[in-house]
């Protein structure tokens, strides 16, 4: 009992202990040395980066691909410029803004449709036995497929890629809501039952909440398609945007701005999915991982 | 008297795939007394946890009747608190938020809530993680929640459901402990369900045996005179144990 005691003693600040149960946090150092440092993950990461771009500049130097490929740096020189001077009447922010702005129209009104009738076609099985005959002609179709239909209807405008974006998210956000929704171990809508909820608590309390990092998980998958799909439609048609940019740097056999294009999709597709990824930290604190459900 | 809980002739058949009739319980008749403890005890497979939701009223009984204070039970309640065995706690809600979930439902306001939520999770000896997410609880402790959760709605009856199954020896026999601490603290009636026979004789006024294998049916009632707080080493604990494996021949 001494040793028990003792032991609870010299606990840290951040450690707590109930009964037999201890909670411990520990922190630990070790000595610096040189195999540590060159196994260390991030070391490895920059050795990586750094070996993939001298590659990269070697094969473009030697010439083997003429005019197909440039150095890493010209890549970069030739976007500097883009900052300030204009391809078609636009700076790289300008085209940078006009994709994102497709893209955030047609996400927003894609996953406001599509999360609630996903909700609803689980909570739901009347509405589920309506909708998914017709969800289902529609949902093995590519979203790319389409890109001539939506110019035949809307025209070369912002109206038919947004048309597309809609298409190509709608499906895995509302599929993601729609499992969110199914996935729900049975059990704890007994919890509310049992503590003398009706039907409309279980659903507040257990389906929404429940559903919520496999909305999110939609969401993500969404987005990214949503990257392809105005990539698409920009390249078939267009004034704007970062497909636009590809196309041009084709037409003028420009590799930078080909291939900057292709970067600058990479790391804004990139940011727009780690603000998805913040978004749900905050409104789900509680998540760790999907299986805590 | 009429008693808190009576069970008149249970029996409940799950039709399986659409024809396959199994029979899980038969003819079970049990009746527990205003604040008793009692233990139903029976090996994997005997139908045990079935008894407790149709007492809880998550499931209807294919025949008999669930009498609460000498009227029959029709569907789930805030009479009856239910403690299960997967803890069931909602993880998107700290410990708090958990245990004031049945108090909420009923719209209790939320000063009132938050007083009730706190006083039994101290009861339960919980005090200071009220604002920590399940996932950063040990198993014992999600189960402590989960009891806090049941007190919390003020019910007449307990139905606990192998609660520490889960749990390692360890922790099991502390848990045992506190439940005998936090029901002689406040007393309810109590309806454990548990596969331990230990835990059954730790833990109860009285002990329904099951018999194994399905369906489950009634094997015997036993009184367990024995003072509190139980010795699990003690002789008479030993003794009792004795005559019920060997009456019962539990294969555990």
């Not at chain 1, 070697?58 to 001077?85: I, M, Q, Y």
């Not at chain 2, 249970?10 to 009692?38: M, P, T, Y």
């Not at chain 2, 497979?45 to 499931?59: F, N």
């Amino acid at each position: 009992m001494a040793e028990m005691e003792e032991g609870i003693q010299r606990l840290g600040r951040q450690d707590r202990a109930i009964a037999n149960e201890v909670q411990k946090s520990v922190r630990e150092r070790r000595p610096l040395t040189l195999r540590r440092v060159i196994t260390n993950e991030y070391v490895l990461h920059v050795v990586s980066a750094a070996a993939f771009l001298t590659l990269w500049h070697e094969v473009a130097a030697s010439g083997v691909f003429k005019g197909g490929l440039c150095t890493p740096w010209e890549v970069v020189v030739r976007f500097r410029g883009l900052l300030t001077d204009t391809l078609a009447g636009l700076t790289l922010w300008g085209h940078i803004a006009a994709s994102a702005q497709r893209i955030a129209i047609g996400f927003v009104l894609a996953s406001a449709v599509a999360i609630p009738l996903g909700l609803f076609m689980a909570l739901n099985p009347y509405v589920n036995a309506v909708v998914k005959p017709v969800f289902d002609i529609f949902k093995p179709m590519p979203p790319i497929a389409w890109v001539s239909i939506a110019i035949l209807w809307f025209g070369v405008g912002e109206e038919s890629k947004i048309f597309i974006i809609i298409i190509g998210t709608f499906v895995p956000c509302l599929l993601n809501a729609y499992n969110g929704i199914r996935l729900i171990d049975p059990e704890l809508y007994d919890v509310v039952k049992v503590l003398g909820g009706n039907r409309w608590n279980e659903i507040l309390q257990v389906s929404f909440p429940a559903s919520f990092p496999a909305i999110f998980a939609g969401l993500q998958i969404s987005l990214s398609l949503a990257w392809t799909c105005v990539l698409a439609a920009e390249l078939v048609a267009s004034r704007s945007g970062l497909g636009f940019i590809i196309v041009q740097g084709m037409k003028f056999t420009d590799a930078a701005l080909v291939i900057g294009g292709m970067v600058m999709i990479a790391l804004v597709a990139w940011l727009s999915s780690l603000l998805i990824a913040g978004l749900e930290k905050l409104l789900c604190p509680w998540r760790r991982d999907i299986r805590d459900l | 008297m009429t008693h808190k809980i009576e069970c008149r002739h249970i029996a409940k058949v799950f039709i399986q795939k659409g024809k396959q009739r199994v029979h899980v319980l038969e003819d079970i008749s049990l009746f527990v007394r205003d604040n008793e403890f009692l233990v139903i005890l029976g090996p994997g497979q005997s139908g045990k946890s079935t008894l407790l939701r149709i007492i809880a009223g998550l499931e209807t009984p294919s025949e008999g009747e669930v009498l609460l204070d000498g009227r029959p039970v029709s569907g789930p309640g805030p009479d009856r608190g239910l403690v299960f065995q997967s803890y069931m706690l909602f993880p998107w809600k700290t410990v708090l938020g958990n245990v004031e979930l049945g108090p909420r439902l009923r719209g209790v306001p939320r000063e009132e809530r938050r007083r009730i939520a706190q006083h039994y999770i101290d009861l339960v000896g919980l005090r200071g993680f009220e604002k920590h997410y399940p996932h950063q609880l040990s198993g014992g402790m999600k189960q402590r929640v989960g009891i806090a959760r049941a007190y919390a709605n003020n019910p007449q009856v307990m139905l606990l459901d192998e609660p520490f199954g889960q749990l390692d020896a360890q922790t099991r026999y502390f848990m045992e402990k506190e439940t005998a601490r936090i029901w002689e603290t406040e007393k309810r009636t109590v309806l454990f369900v548990t596969n331990n026979i230990d835990e059954a004789i730790f833990l109860g006024d009285r002990i329904v045996t099951l018999k194994g294998k399905l369906p489950g049916r009634m094997d015997r009632v036993w009184e367990v005179d024995l003072p509190r707080p139980r010795e699990h080493t003690d002789m008479e604990f030993l003794k009792l144990r004795h005559t019920i494996t060997e009456c019962c021949e539990l294969t555990l």
